[in-house]
């Protein structure tokens, strides 16, 4: 048995995959050490400058390996795609999400909206993020192929946004005819749209004084 099906054979005695957080697959090992590889290379890199031959030497697996757990460069790179919008956008940081739901008055409601809208333009971490998005859309609009994937995880993030605006409502904190889906969408594209403006604008507290009143006029009661 030559290399490549001795590797190969190893491999196959992976435990199967199964059932992780939300769904998504628990990967072997080996197969996750990949993955890890490949989203540090896109969130450094970008998706355009995607390297198979670096991912495997980042992650000290065989291209044999590569392609027994993930079955193509294309396949690879949807998951990284995954990766990056449920593990980067919504799992970062569970209690953001709870502070919201804790949020006992309109004025703490506001308050944390406006730490995440300054959160998401200032914090240096969320950059790399932000712009492997951006990346990524620019290559949905490429590739059609990427478009329904791109599609699925999007709508699983905006789900999980809207449940806080929908739950503010229903504790009377902020218009109860605000029209979540839109408002999330909306909010979206205005904080990655900071990603495009901030290399040739980059006073980042005046649109700050732009862009949190204009998030928060639509949340406000009605007097």
Known sequence: MNDEKASDAAEGSDEPAESGPRGRERRS????????????????LGTSEFRIEQVLIDSGASSSSLYHHFGSREKLFMA???????????NEDTRRL??????AT????????????????????????RRARLTMVAEAIKRPELAAEL???????????????????RRELINPDLDSEAYVVWFHGMTLGRTIT???????????????PAALAPLRLQQ
Do not use: G
Not at 32 to 37: F, N, T
Not at 98 to 103: E, K, M, T, V
Not at 109 to 125: A, K, M, N
């Open 29 to 44: 090992a080996t197969a996750q050490a990949i993955l890890d590889a490949a989203v540090e290379q896109a969130l450094t």
């Open 151 to 169: 599609l699925r995880f999007q709508s699983i993030m905006f789900d999980v946004i809207c449940s806080i605006f929908e739950d503010a409502k």
């Open 98 to 103: 709870d502070d919201a739901f804790a949020s």
């Open 106 to 129: 309109t004025e703490d409601f506001f308050h944390y909206l406006e730490q995440q809208i300054r959160r998401i333009v200032t914090d240096p971490e969320n950059l790399p993020v």
């Open 80 to 90: 990284v795609q995954d990766e990056l919008y449920l593990k980067l956008a919504l």
């Open 198 to 212: 901030e290399m040739s604008f980059e006073e980042t507290e005046r649109w700050l004084a732009i862009a949190v």
